[in-house]
């Protein structure tokens, strides 16, 4: 009975050995049969400015995510676990996960419009008389108020994950602490944090995986993946493989992708989610 | 070891918790692989070192589990024609079955109920019915009764006792509570460190314990280290006559069970019993129909003895204690019995 | 007393304010795509994106649903993404669940296997798409689906059935093992097992693995960009793209795509939105409480 699953399953490890293979290839559209070149594609990739921008941008967002979307994430779930009404918290915590169920492609027109300097958000800053933000003035403007995008969109995981983690502490602990004349922020520092450390843990990885793997939202508000602005790791693959048509290049940059999307998978899975799972 | 339970008979696994009774239970059932050995039904091997033979489910062997585990998502007439689908009874067939059976265990009325809406007896009957509905070779209780409140465990007792022996229904039941034991099984085999210590009928195990632990589990019994002067066993000012050349060791352990013990306020001959000497009540309680009174010798406060008495006794106050000399257990400094003999026992020690 | 009574009311009123800051920087972006969708063209393109439209229009919609000129309508790509999506989130969440259960219940009898499918799937659920890119359509070309429906439906269910088993290994465990060795005894091999005794009892779990696969489906981008490419083939997020600014006579239109996009995965999230916030959770191994 668990056959589709180990068929689909086994389908993506294929995939990953058949990637590999061709990568060890020197297969593009010029070269219709291919040979084995060894690490000839690899050596090529790290000759490309575009594999050194693309890391740069793909650190910058992931960082940016990961910072950005823990500090804020932490800070409206410790506003919601103050909110006495549980019907309250819980719309206000759909509203920040919503983003996360409207498909990309509306996100990223929606916040091009949103970055339009005459009608969008800084018409707006102009009507309160204050300094209207250059959202794409310069390359690293674009890159930040990508950022951005990403907060808006992913923040809500976070917020979800750290709400759990308040709300699992022991509510009589909370109501000790209470009697014992802690302030809010007492209680957020010395009860709620030190007890949200698989929340911490929940949050950066999966921020990190988003944040790794986004495609969408940087192609579609690019124009498409031939602008270097936006350029991320997973673009630039797409890039090789649709526009450059070196197939063995686009297929090296692949593996090393998910090699470090493995690298930071497996562990969490196995030290992180199966643990929480099944600790019975 | 190998050991054969026959047909028809119920058996009872005593062991303090964490000793393996309950895993004994799951390697006959097969949710459990040995690591070593064979589980046989009849002449038929069922598993062997490393490997289950037989699959569970091919076993048509029946579990109470000690939580019952019903189906939350059924009626205890789907619970307990659950099996009979799986064996692909006909409906009809199913139907007959079941109703038969719930007649047999007063669940009738609840037929349409979930286990949720159910009270503990009838979830125990229950998971009961749906163990016997499908005429299972083995049943296994598994500490059938320790979620029941204790007004209605003699009666589930008498229930199971009943069923066992009109269907004359191989039984295996574990538990730590004697009293499970003792009143419906024919034969008892008593677990400790994944070992049988001891195998014999129940009265057996409770008159002459192989050790003090295995005392300890088939029933309560007070411990008492005894010097032996001249025939005679001295705790604190209580004075036990031993039968002459009877115990070689100068220091025993004494085992009296609380309820072959009485207290007298005064003196007196009681046929069967003999007066071992004066003691003080400390603590008067009451379980069960019956009170439990703590003594100490007079002359040592530190000494706790339980005695069942049928009527209360203030504490502070000094009584006699009479014991019943014949059922007195004498055991060595290993904590081994010495009197009396072992009968008729399997001992594996 | 009441000095502090008043800095109570005052701090309440100062958290209340705070997060209805943020809950309105939250709900900006969806505002500004619903308003936009009905304004005119002229109006959308002019006006502050911010403010309500002076005339109410519904000519973008009419534009966006049809199509114009070169522009492929939102039409047959709403319903080729209705009639995809739905059987695929069903299919994979049925047989991923399979799976997880597979892997459940070897967790005891061989803890290997369950441990290296559990890294499979996980996996599968977590990595980037694109490292897929050239073996996924080289695979496609060469077993004759690529361009096609069943090419499409094959790269979901890489991706999403292993990502449904993956939720649903979380949500197994709220049945406990007793149930299931209980059901053995009684005669019930694994497929009775899973369908009377787990599936009844994870089914809540079931409908928010189902609803989380759904949205993730709907929302693939990547996958129809690079399988199913041929106008005829658009899935919803690729056609929609067709209209994402840039082009001088989209204005209201961009919005409007935005919403026929967004306008299926919105209501679900209304009224189901409960069993999606659960299957994100169980990405972070179930998240109690929530």
Redesign the interface.
């Known amino acids: 009975m668990a056959i589709p699953t180990l068929f689909f399953g086994g389908i993506i490890v294929f995939l990953l050995a058949w990637n590999f293979v061709v990568s060890l290839e020197n297969w593009s559209l010029f070269n219709p049969v291919p040979k084995f070149v060894g690490l000839a594609s690899y050596f090529y990739l790290f000759t490309q400015n575009y594999f050194y921008t693309s890391i740069s941008h793909t650190i910058l967002f992931t960082v940016g995510l990961v910072a950005v979307g823990n500090i804020l994430g932490l800070l409206l779930a410790a506003l919601l676990y103050f909110l006495p009404n549980n019907t309250q918290r819980a719309v206000y915590l759909s509203i920040f996960i919503y983003p996360m169920a409207i498909p990309p492609t509306a996100t990223a027109l929606v916040w091009l419009w949103l970055y339009n300097p005459q009608i969008g958000i800084d018409w707006l800053l102009l009507k309160l008389h204050l300094p209207s933000i250059p959202w794409f003035a310069t390359p690293l403007n674009t890159q930040l108020a990508l950022v951005l995008v990403e907060v808006w969109e992913y923040t809500g995981l976070a917020v979800l994950f750290y709400l759990a983690s308040f709300l699992s502490v022991d509510r009589s602990i909370i109501e000790a602490a209470r009697l014992d004349g802690a302030s809010s922020i007492n209680l957020l520092f010395r009860v709620l944090l030190p007890n949200s450390m698989n929340g911490f843990i929940i949050t950066t990885a999966l921020l990190f995986l988003f944040s790794f793997r986004i495609f969408d939202i940087p192609f579609i508000m690019s124009g498409s993946a031939t602008s270097p602005t936006l350029m991320t790791l997973v673009t630039y693959i797409y890039y090789l493989f649709a526009y450059s048509e070196y197939f063995s290049v686009a297929a090296a940059l692949a593996t090393l992708v998910a090699v470090i999307a493995a690298i930071v998978i497996i562990p969490y899975a196995l030290l992180g989610l199966k643990k929480w799972v099944f600790r019975r | 070891m190998t050991y054969k339970i026959n047909d028809g008979i119920a058996f009872g696994i005593l062991g303090p918790s964490g000793h393996g009774k309950t895993t004994l239970l799951r390697l006959i059932?097969?949710?459990e692989i040995p690591t070593d050995g064979y589980v046989y039904f009849d002449d038929e091997l069922m598993s062997g070192p490393g490997r289950i033979i037989v699959?569970?489910?091919?076993?048509?062997?029946?579990?109470v589990?000690q939580?019952w585990?019903l189906?939350?998502?059924m009626t205890v007439y789907d619970n307990i024609a659950?099996?009979l689908k799986?064996?692909k009874m006909s409906r009809h067939e199913i139907d007959r079955r079941v109703r038969e059976i719930a007649e047999e265990l007063e669940l009738t009325r609840v037929l349409n109920h979930y286990p949720k809406e159910l009270s503990g007896g009838q979830m125990q009957r229950t998971a009961l019915a749906?163990a016997l509905v499908?005429n299972p070779r083995i049943l296994l209780l598994d500490e059938p009764f320790s979620n029941l409140d204790a007004a209605l465990r003699d009666s589930a007792r008498a229930l199971v006792r009943r069923i066992q022996r009109e269907r004359k229904l191989t039984t295996i039941i574990v538990s730590h509570d004697p009293a499970d034991i003792f009143s419906i099984t024919d034969v008892a085999g008593v677990i400790i460190n994944g070992k049988f210590v001891q195998i014999g009928s129940p009265a057996d195990i409770y008159n002459t314990p192989a050790t003090t632990i295995i005392a300890t589990l088939s029933g309560d019994i007070n411990l008492l280290s005894a010097k032996v002067v001249e025939n005679t066993a001295l705790i604190a000012n209580l004075r036990i006559p031993l039968g002459k050349g009877l115990i070689n060791d100068n220091e025993v352990i004494i085992g009296l069970r609380p309820d072959e013990m009485k207290l007298l306020m005064e003196p007196q001959d009681i046929r069967g019993f003999i007066d071992i000497g004066k003691v003080r009540v400390k603590v008067s309680s009451y379980t069960l129909g019956v009170f439990r009174i703590v003594v100490s010798p007079i002359s040592d406060e530190n000494i706790n003895i339980i005695v069942v008495s049928d009527e209360f006794i203030e504490p502070g106050r000094e009584a006699h204690l009479l014991i019943k000399p014949d059922k007195i257990k004498i055991f060595n400094k290993e904590e081994k019995l010495i009197y009396p003999e072992l009968k008729n026992l399997i001992t594996a020690l | 007393m009441n000095s502090k009574y008043v800095v109570r009311v005052i701090k309440y009123a100062i958290l209340q304010l705070v997060v209805a800051i943020f809950i309105i920087l939250w709900l900006t972006p969806l505002y500004a795509m619903l308003v936009g969708g009905f304004k005119s063209n002229m109006e959308a393109a002019s006006a502050p994106i911010l403010l309500l439209p002076k005339q109410f229009s519904t000519e973008a919609y009419y534009f966006d649903w049809f199509g114009f000129g070169t522009l492929i309508g939102l039409e047959f790509p709403m319903i080729r993404q209705l009639l995809i999506t739905i059987p695929v989130a069903l299919a994979s969440v049925v047989f991923g669940s399979m799976g997880a259960y597979f892997f459940y219940i070897q967790m005891e009898r061989r803890p290997w296997v369950s441990n290296i499918g559990f890294s499979i799937i996980s996996l599968a659920t977590f990595l980037p798409a694109q490292t897929l890119t050239v073996p996924l359509i080289a695979l496609t070309s060469s077993i004759g689906i690529y361009q096609t429906y069943w090419g499409l439906a094959f790269a979901y269910f890489i991706f999403y059935l292993p990502t449904s088993a993956l939720l649903m290994s979380i949500f197994l465990p709220v049945v406990p093992n007793y149930l299931i060795e209980s059901a053995r005894l009684d005669g019930a091999r694994d497929w009775s097992i899973f369908w009377h005794v787990i599936f009844p009892l994870v089914l809540p779990g079931f409908l928010s693995t189902l609803i989380f696969v759904f949205l993730m489906v709907w929302q693939d981008f990547f996958t129809p960009l690079i399988i199913a490419t041929k106008p005829s083939l658009y899935m919803l997020p690729v056609a929609a793209r067709q209209y994402v600014g840039g082009y001088a006579i989209l204005y209201n239109r961009s919005f409007a795509a935005g919403v026929i996009t967004s306008l299926v995965p919105l209501i679900i999230f209304a009224f189901l939105g409960r069993y999606f916030i659960r299957g994100l959770a169980a990405l972070g191994g179930g998240a109690k409480g929530i």
């Open positions: 059932a097969g949710l699959e569970p489910e091919r076993r048509n062997v029946a579990m589990f939580n585990a189906y939350p998502n659950f099996p799986m064996a749906r499908k």
